[in-house]
């Protein structure tokens, strides 16, 4: 392969160049194809083409008179010409050195004549050109290679605009899938947060209310009778006994902070509901806290749950205890009279009967509250 002349454009900013155009089907731009058309008329040629050459490989992005899309660049006769500013002109290649063992010309196709203008960007960058080829030798006279310079110029022109209307074209689809990504995401999102069974709300720095799911609008609507409005001043609808409690969470979570509080408040609508609230920060895109997501949880259920837990354990407790000891005085009794009914040869005179019929007594009131208390538990649970 041939290196540039002192002075010439670095070759990796012109591969990057070359690289915007090369994944693009120029070939069936009309323009295009009706430019290098009028170039072979102009030059009396049966082969044009608008040529660009990256690293290993000269791309025959339109031609005319070749079938070929893709050549070696090392037999590349493009390669010298964008080496220079000018037009390159070889009469004969059998007379010039540079081409005269090129594989290209001892071979088939056997071209004996070139010509061509370097495709020069407004950066210096040289990415190929338009040239026309002929299997005969070719001079082209003044107005041939003005007309064939100029036509260089405006198929550059044109492939510029095309370039820049398919990247115009692909960043616009580009950004209506981004669009229709944030759109799927937001429905999404709007989808959980509206179904979420906690309230549920947004706040801005000012303790504005910025959005709110509809758990947070029913409550609201229920609990006092009036309706959330985006903008309103949030602490409103915080009761007053848990209002310095929210504030110093809510500026903590402004700062950075997440918190966390537990309680129950009691309302005329509602009666007592146990609550767990979470606030932390909310952010943007450029992670900047913009305001306070402000959620709670309804664990009255739970905390019901959890009393009725503790209710049947002390039933449990106090049928342990029974059983420990008020069972132990009847048993002891009534074994006592067994004994001395025993000793009476289970003759027993009727003290002993009576006696032994209030400790039954006994131990039958007894059993009883145990089988209560059995009841209730496994009613609860």
């Not at 429905?187 to 758990?215: A, M, Q």
């Not at 969470?249 to 309302?267: I, M, P, R, V």
């Amino acid at each position: 392969m041939w290196g540039f002349k002192s002075g010439m454009t670095s070759e990796h900013p012109r591969l990057l160049a070359v690289q915007k155009f090369t994944s693009f089907d120029l070939q069936m731009d009309a323009d295009l194809r009706e430019l290098i058309s009028m170039a072979a008329d102009i030059c009396d040629t049966p082969t044009a083409a608008i040529t660009l050459l990256d690293e290993q490989s000269q791309w025959l992005k339109v031609r005319t008179g070749i079938e070929h899309e893709k050549l070696p660049r090392e037999t590349s006769f493009c390669n010298y010409a964008i080496q220079s500013d000018e037009l390159m002109l070889v009469p004969d290649t059998l007379r010039d050195p540079r081409l005269v063992n090129n594989p290209l010309v001892v071979n088939e196709p056997n071209l004996r004549f070139y010509a061509g203008a370097p495709l020069i960007t407004t950066e210096g960058h040289r990415l190929g050109t338009l040239c026309v080829v002929d299997q005969k030798p070719h001079i082209l006279n003044k107005y041939q290679q003005m007309m064939l310079k100029m036509l260089s110029k405006q198929a550059l022109n044109i492939m510029e605009l095309k370039l820049s209307q398919q990247l115009l074209a692909l960043h616009q689809k580009e950004l209506e899938e981004q669009r229709r990504t944030i759109d799927e995401a937001e429905i999404k999102l709007r989808s959980f947060f509206e179904s979420s069974v906690n309230f549920h709300v947004l706040l801005g720095k000012r303790g504005e209310l910025l959005d709110y799911n509809k758990t947070a609008y029913r409550f609201v609507k229920k609990a006092y009778q009036t309706k959330l409005v985006r903008g309103c001043e949030f602490v409103q609808y915080i009761e007053p006994d848990f209002k310095e409690t929210f504030l110093v969470n809510y500026t903590l979570c402004l700062a950075g902070e997440k918190s966390y509080e537990q309680g129950h408040t009691d309302y005329p609508e509602l009666g007592r509901v146990w609550w767990e609230a979470s606030f932390e920060p909310a952010f943007n895109n450029d992670n900047e806290i913009i305001g306070v997501s402000y959620l709670i949880r309804n664990v009255t259920d739970r905390k019901l749950y959890e009393q009725k837990i503790l209710e049947q354990n002390q039933s449990l407790l106090k049928i342990a205890y029974i059983q420990a000891h008020e069972y132990r005085g009847p048993l002891t009794s009534i074994m006592g009279l067994m004994n001395l009914i025993k000793e009476e040869n289970y003759s027993a005179p009727p003290e002993y009967l009576k006696m032994m019929e209030t400790v039954v007594n006994k131990l039958d009131t007894k059993i009883h509250e145990v089988i209560n208390d059995v009841n209730n538990i496994t009613l609860d649970v």
